[in-house]
């Protein structure tokens, strides 16, 4: 995959958000949004993990709606769509041919991978009860809050307390989906070692989704909001623990 593509898919992620006008910082934390990923006290344990004492768990209903929407929803039609082109600019893969039909090939391979790769990160994170909603953070400054979007894209939240953790099934996910387009539809000329350089990719492709819900969030009315807009709008969360 060429830089052009990697420019082509951050700016995608971060463009749609763009219908919305930039967020503003918050001062105080409210429920249902997160803490600093960085201790503010330093009497803080740093071999113990975070807390973050407003959290609430999703309900089930929250955990459905936020799946459909990012397997389903128009970020995945329109990322697929803007790669989609670009594969076909650099006639990736070549097998695929040119035209109409070499476009709809690419498009339903992308989106494919990415209802794959969705599909599975929520299935494992419901085994290892895991949270995948995205929390904005509550820290200020650009340096703060890029750290925490970064961090977000490996890490999720467990337990009744939120406590953040390394996340299995964040790392696992994008791989899923590539290796799944590799040995069920691409060509056979391809293998694991484009699967994992392709799933690369994806995981970049979630770091920019986080940069995105971080920095250009519009309010819980928006459209780009619904992408994780449980804990950040506050609302439909579960007052107890579910998990």
């Not at 919305?20 to 990923?37: E, F, K, Y």
């Not at 113990?48 to 768990?57: A, E």
Request: charged fraction near 20%; proline fraction near 7%; aromatic fraction near 12%.
């Amino acid at each position: 995959m060429s830089k052009l593509r990697v420019v082509s898919l951050l700016a995608a992620i971060t463009s749609l958000g763009i219908l919305a006008p930039l967020a503003r910082a918050q001062s105080n934390i409210a429920p249902g949004t997160s803490a600093p990923i960085v201790a503010e006290s330093p009497a803080a344990a740093p071999d113990r993990p975070l807390v973050d004492p407003t959290y609430r768990s999703p309900t089930e209903k929250t955990r459905l709606r936020t799946y459909f929407f990012d397997a389903f929803g128009p970020y995945p039609i329109a990322g697929a769509a803007l790669i989609a082109a670009v594969n076909q600019s650099e006639r990736t893969p070549p097998e695929w041919g040119q035209g109409a039909g070499g476009y709809a090939k690419r498009f339903g391979s992308n989106f494919a991978i990415a209802a794959v790769t969705t599909t599975t990160r929520y299935g494992l994170a419901r085994a290892f009860r895991e949270d995948t909603v995205y929390y904005r953070c509550e820290c200020k400054g650009i340096l703060g809050r890029f750290k925490h979007a970064m961090i977000s894209t490996v890490t999720a939240r467990r337990g009744a307390d939120g406590h953040r953790r390394l996340s299995f099934p964040a790392i696992a996910a994008p791989y899923a989906g590539t290796m799944t387009a590799v040995y069920a539809w691409y060509p056979g000329r391809y293998d694991s070692r484009d699967a994992f350089r392709m799933g690369n990719y994806t995981l970049l492709a979630f770091a920019g989704e986080n940069l995105a819900l971080e920095f250009i969030y519009g309010g819980p009315h928006t459209l780009f909001s619904r992408l994780h807009r449980p804990a950040v709008s506050g609302t439909d969360a579960s007052s107890g623990p579910s998990r």
